[in-house]
C-alpha cells in the first residue's frame, strides 16, 4: 500500500466563482488561480501523485500553460488517477481537510462528498470531508486544503 499527503491554499477575491471538490459554492468571493482553483482537488491530486511517486501538480500542470487557464481542475485528478493506475495502484481511500473561515461549509458537506466521491469513484463512506475555521486568526481570506489518500496495489 501507499500513502500520499497533499496540500493547497489559494487566496479568495472578488470577481471569481467559488469552486470546491468540483461544485460551485454561492459566495461573493471566489479563488484566484490560473485554473479554477479548486483548491481541494488540487490538494488530493497532489496526494495521488505523491503516492504514487510521480512528480506534483505544479510540474504536470504548470500555471503558466494557456492550456490550463480556467481549466476544471478534475481534469488533473482524472489524470493523476489514471497514473498511478498506469504503476499499478488503485485509490482506496481519500480524507480532506478544507481550512476556510467564509463561507460555511456545512450547508453543503454533503453534497461536495458526494462529489468527491463521484470523481474519485470511492463509495461515500471511504471519503472524508472536514471543514475548520482558522478561528479569525487569518486577516486575508482564503481556503486550504490537506489530502490524505490510500493506494492499494493491484491485486491486494
Ligand atoms: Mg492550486
Known amino acids: 500500500m501507499r500513502v500520499g499527503l497533499g496540500f493547497d491554499l489559494h487566496r479568495m477575491v472578488a470577481g471569481r466563482k467559488l469552486i470546491l471538490c468540483g461544485v460551485e459554492i ?8 490560473h ?3 479548486d483548491v481541494a482537488l488540487h490538494a488530493l491530486t497532489d496526494a495521488l501523485l505523491g503516492a504514487a511517486g510521480l512528480p506534483d501538480i505544479g510540474i504536470l500542470f504548470p500555471d503558466d500553460d494557456p492550456r ?35 463561507p460555511k461549509i ?6 461536495l462528498r458526494d462529489n468527491l466521491a463521484r470523481l474519485l469513484r470511492l463509495p461515500p463512506e471511504r471519503v472524508g470531508l472536514k471543514a ?3 478561528e479569525g486568526l487569518a486577516s486575508e481570506k482564503f481556503v486550504a486544503a490537506i489530502a ?3 493506494l492499494l496495489e493491484d491485486g491486494s
Open 148 to 150: 490524505q489518500v490510500l
Open 132 to 134: 475548520k475555521s482558522t
Open 106 to 111: 456545512a450547508p453543503h458537506r454533503e453534497k
Open 35 to 37: 485554473s479554477d482553483a
Open 26 to 33: 454561492p459566495s461573493e468571493l471566489g479563488l484566484l488561480g
Open 68 to 102: 490550463y487557464q480556467g481549466a476544471d481542475s478534475a481534469l488533473f485528478l482524472q489524470t493523476a488517477l489514471e497514473l498511478c493506475r498506469q504503476k499499478g495502484y488503485n485509490l482506496h481511500q481519500a480524507d480532506l481537510i478544507l481550512i476556510l473561515d467564509y
